[in-house]
Nanobody, 124 residues
């Protein structure tokens, strides 16, 4: 069992930056592939980024590539999402999630554990 708690959301102007954190507790965090998803009102949950357990592999949605960076600190059981050059269309609730294998990364249904989400609002 893994518990995930996101933090770091807030209100920011377009062009600004935020860093989201996801603190994990429970067993063997370092062995899980971690992902970030987001969901805007009236829309389906959308994949943002994922990172393998060794940090050697990362994968991004085209919409955030070059602006967002996912990273992890296995010693402290935290995964981060650095978000730069934010746009109003990035406004959503952001969720972190965990899964066992580094496959089907964009498919939310393959993730086993989820956090409660943190709101990110980007004003124009």
């Amino acid at each position: 069992q893994v518990q995930l708690v996101e933090s770091g959301g807030g209100l920011v102007q377009a062009g600004g930056s935020l860093r989201l954190s996801c603190a994990a507790s429970g067993r063997t965090f370092s062995s899980y592939t971690m992902g970030w998803f987001r969901q805007a009102p009236g829309k389906e949950r959308e994949f943002v980024a994922a990172i393998s357990w060794k940090e050697s592999n990362t994968y991004y949605a085209d919409s955030v590539k070059g602006r967002f960076t996912i990273s992890r600190d296995n010693a402290n059981d935290i995964v981060y999402l650095q978000m730069n050059n934010l746009k109003p269309e990035d406004t959503a609730v952001y969720y972190c999630a965990a899964k066992s294998y580094y496959i089907n990364l964009a498919n939310a249904r393959t993730y086993v554990y989820w956090g409660q989400g943190t709101q990110v609002t980007v004003s124009s």
